[in-house]
């Protein structure tokens, strides 16, 4: 059972790398911020992983104490490379390396700068912030929200 839950999840990361590789190269043009590549790069394996259901996955991962999958958002590759890792230990295969803490957390980290830069920062006075959208019709007015 370990042995291919390893292959399913090693067959899974190289398939998102294609795929995530194929869009990124669609998206070349557009991804211009300096920065932010890595953030393209980990939404284009997300919207690639989103394509698949993953629940035949998950109940066997989680059975073994290893992540649901459910919440890797923001480090898509890297979740699935620690999982991959963590079953090839289990399996008794030759040893992988895993990411780096840093590399695992690095997509956290992009995203609360994200957030900090749109948003601004947090403060007692202000701990929540919001982004509303609205469609054309609202184009050229300003609109300001009351708590």
């Known amino acids: 059972m370990v042995a291919g ?6 067959a899974l990361v190289a398939a ?3 795929e995530g590789d ?10 211009v911020r300096a920065g932010f590549a890595e953030s393209a790069s980990n939404l284009a394996s ?9 629940r035949p996955l998950q109940r066997p991962l989680m059975a073994l104490g290893l992540s649901s999958l459910g919440r890797l958002e923001s480090r898509v590759l890297p979740t699935l490379v620690a999982v991959r890792a963590a ?3 289990l399996a008794g295969l030759a040893p992988e390396e895993g990411p780096s803490e ?12 994200r957030a ?11 701990p929540t912030a919001l982004l509303g959208t609205c469609g054309t019709q609202c184009r050229g007015r300003a609109y300001q929200l009351r708590a």
């Open 22 to 31: 194929a869009q990124m190269a669609a998206w070349a043009d557009s991804v």
């Open 87 to 89: 079953l090839a230990a």
């Open 102 to 113: 840093e590399t695992f957390f690095a997509g956290e980290r992009r995203l609360v700068e």
């Open 116 to 126: 900090h830069e749109l948003l601004g920062r947090p403060s007692s006075s202000r």
């Open 16 to 18: 998102l790398r294609r």
């Open 5 to 10: 839950l390893y292959r399913e999840i090693d």
């Open 46 to 54: 997300y919207m690639a992983l989103r394509r698949r259901d993953l």
